[in-house]
């Protein structure tokens, strides 16, 4: 039998393209669209009759696909919670502190994943940084570069401090050893520092690179997202691999048995 899957933010860019990448997965089942507006799939383009409702259904053993707006997130994880749907949410920009509280009261119900980056490459490049950065010790200097499109709001992305995080982690270092650009007379690079570094260049979807560099070698790792449609397939393979999992707080590593 297919998943029920119900899209929160149906109408917006990643929900359409998740969408219509669905009516591709025969173990998924549209059920239904959840936006600001009524009427059927159809309207969205969408080749689907399944509705466009403005308030989530309670449809137990339902997967919930949330890529809206973080005013709406905590509202979309206690729902889920209170009619045993699985929850999987890109939605960025909930306050720490909320995510974490709205994350933790769903997961004692219902099985809930949130990621900032749903990439099934971008998962695997973080976890990888992680393993050099322990592997090639303190002798490697390392250093994080970004590049998105000339409209970014923020610097440098949450994917840089994902792969920075996982790198802190791996080698018991702290934020305080992060250095976001240089600017002026910064001195000798100081060993264990992790520069991070944001450019910002026309419609560039997403590049990270990270450079591991001793003295006499250079590790270069990278991801280049060509198009947002991957975001939307790590999304739909969560939901696929969440679905009739206990109720439990589980992260993209888990879905791809990192
Ligand atoms: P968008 O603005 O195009 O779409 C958001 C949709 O959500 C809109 O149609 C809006 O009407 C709807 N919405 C907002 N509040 C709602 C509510 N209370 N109830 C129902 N619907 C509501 O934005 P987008 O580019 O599709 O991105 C959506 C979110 O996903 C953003 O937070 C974005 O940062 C995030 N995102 C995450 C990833 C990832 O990999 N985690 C990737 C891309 C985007």
């Known amino acids: 039998m297919p998943i029920p899957l119900i899209v929160h933010g149906a109408a917006g860019r990643m929900g359409n393209v998740i969408l219509r990448l669905a009516l591709a997965e025969p173990g998924l089942a549209i059920h239904a669209g959840v936006d600001r507006v009524s009427g059927t799939l159809r309207a969205l383009g969408v080749a689907s009759d399944a509705p466009l409702l403005p308030v989530l259904p309670a449809v137990p053993g339902a997967v919930v696909i949330d890529f809206s707006h973080h005013s709406a997130f905590s509202a979309v994880a206690a729902h889920c919670a209170a009619n045993g749907m699985a929850l999987v949410s890109g939605t960025t920009g909930v306050p720490p502190a909320e995510l974490a509280s709205a994350l933790d009261a769903a997961a004692v119900r219902a099985p809930v994943l949130h990621a900032m980056n749903m990439s099934v490459g971008v998962n695997v490049v973080v976890k990888t940084a992680a393993h050099l ?30 792969i920075a995080d996982a790198i802190l982690a791996a080698t018991g270092r702290t934020r305080a050893d992060l250095v976001p650009g240089r ?34 070698e250079r590790i270069l790792l990278g991801h280049v997202a060509h198009t947002r449609d991957l975001f939307a397939k790590g999304a739909l393979r969560a939901a696929a691999w969440i679905a009739g999992r206990p109720p439990g707080r589980y992260v993209m590593a888990d879905v791809l048995g990192l």
Do not use: M, Q
């Not at 090639?136 to 401090?161: C, M, Q, R, W």
């Not at 260049?201 to 560099?213: A, P, T």
């Open 183 to 216: 600017d002026g007379d910064v001195g000798a690079r100081r060993k264990g520092e992790i520069g991070v570094h944001a450019l910002r260049l026309g419609d560039v979807v997403g590049d990270h690179s990270v450079y591991f560099v001793g003295n006499g």
């Open 133 to 162: 950065a322990k592997a090639l010790g303190p002798d490697y200097d390392i250093e994080i570069v970004e590049a998105h499109h000339n409209l970014k709001k923020d610097a440098p992305s949450g994917t840089a401090f994902a």
